[in-house]
């Protein structure tokens, strides 16, 4: 029977996955500091598999599946009562499999960088930016769930909007947190700063004796929202005319064209990013969903490359605690 190929091919992987068990039991450890997030601290080896895990949810999904499809398979050829060409169908039916098993897979990777960034915060002392980060994976997990326990049919435009809004959030969080690819500084020119007597004459304005007499009962809306209002737009319009948002000053890499070509990138796979979460029964077979993982894993690649670049000061301890020998700063 040509169907029992790929039960052959998932033995070997499934016995190397805990063969040798000193070298296999190194990799399951280095994976359970990563699952078990919240009872071990987080370094940059731990958030960076963790961060890898978000941008594996389809290949997951696939081993979850292939692991189903064989204890499926050797249940039903030594089962009396199926045979191993109902395995297919057995699995199409599967409540477990797609209502819980690859809902799981989608979720779990964000709940875990959900508790490592909470972890981060305990051990550090600081409130931010580890629960600014926190925030985004929980909301990237609350869309998704909402899209995995809803048909795109029942999908309203709240759901719309929080998607976006949870994508933008992290185009900013990527861009500024990140990478740190961009940067407020100032513009240099003392021509765009208001002088002192436009901000004399912009303050006397404001003021509760530039109302009239018999005017008084709008004081109170003049002072707890006309005044906030104004005051916070001077002072927000102070700061845009003052400051311009540049590519940091030091970079590695000399072309400027570079970054703005990753901003651009990110724009586009944290999209793709989002999309990979939507769990689809049929993922297996749709080329559609092949291509998008495609450019997804092209996507974590150079994110990888750049995420590890950014540490490179950091780069002597994180070497030093997964064990990989001496490491030289050039």
């Known amino acids: 029977n040509p169907r029992v190929l790929p039960l052959i091919f998932l033995s070997v992987l499934f016995i190397r996955a805990a063969f040798p068990p000193k070298a296999r039991r190194r990799f399951w450890g280095t994976i359970k500091y990563t699952i078990c997030a919240p009872f071990y601290a987080v370094y940059f080896r731990d958030a960076f598999i963790g961060d890898t895990f978000t941008s594996l949810v389809r290949p997951i999904q696939d081993l979850v599946y292939c692991l189903f499809y064989y204890s499926v398979s050797v249940w039903a050829m030594f089962s009396s009562t199926s045979s191993l060409d109902e395995a297919g169908d057995i699995l199409k039916n599967s409540w477990v499999l797609h209502n819980f098993a690859l809902p ?89 700063q208001p002088t002192p007597s436009e901000e004399t004459r912009l303050c006397n304005c404001l003021t509760i004796s530039s109302i009239p007499g018999s005017s008084y009962l709008l004081i109170p809306l003049h002072r707890y929202i006309v005044q906030p209002i104004v005051s916070t737009w001077h002072r927000l319009s102070t700061f845009v005319t003052s400051n311009k948002i540049a590519l940091r000053s030091k970079r590695l890499y000399a072309r400027d064209a570079f970054y703005w070509r990753v901003l651009a990138y990110n724009v586009c796979f944290r999209f793709i990013w989002m999309l990979s979460f939507n769990p689809c029964v049929s993922f297996l077979y749709e080329v559609r969903d092949r291509g998008t993982d495609t450019i997804h894993r092209l996507s974590n690649i150079c994110w990888s490359v750049y995420q590890c670049r950014r540490a490179h000061p950091t780069m002597p301890l994180v070497c030093h605690q997964v064990g990989i020998g001496d490491y030289k700063s050039h």
């Open 104 to 192: 799981a897979c989608a979720v779990l990777p964000l709940w875990w960088k959900f508790l490592q960034t909470l972890r981060q915060a305990k051990d550090s002392g600081q409130h931010w930016p580890h629960l600014g980060n926190a925030f985004k994976y929980l909301t990237a997990a609350l869309v998704i769930f909402y899209a995995m326990a809803h048909p795109e049919g029942r999908r309203g435009k709240i759901w719309i909007a929080s998607f976006l809004g949870a994508m933008l959030y992290q185009i900013w969080w990527d861009v500024w947190m990140d990478w740190e690819l961009l940067e407020v500084v100032p513009r240099g020119s003392s021509a765009l």
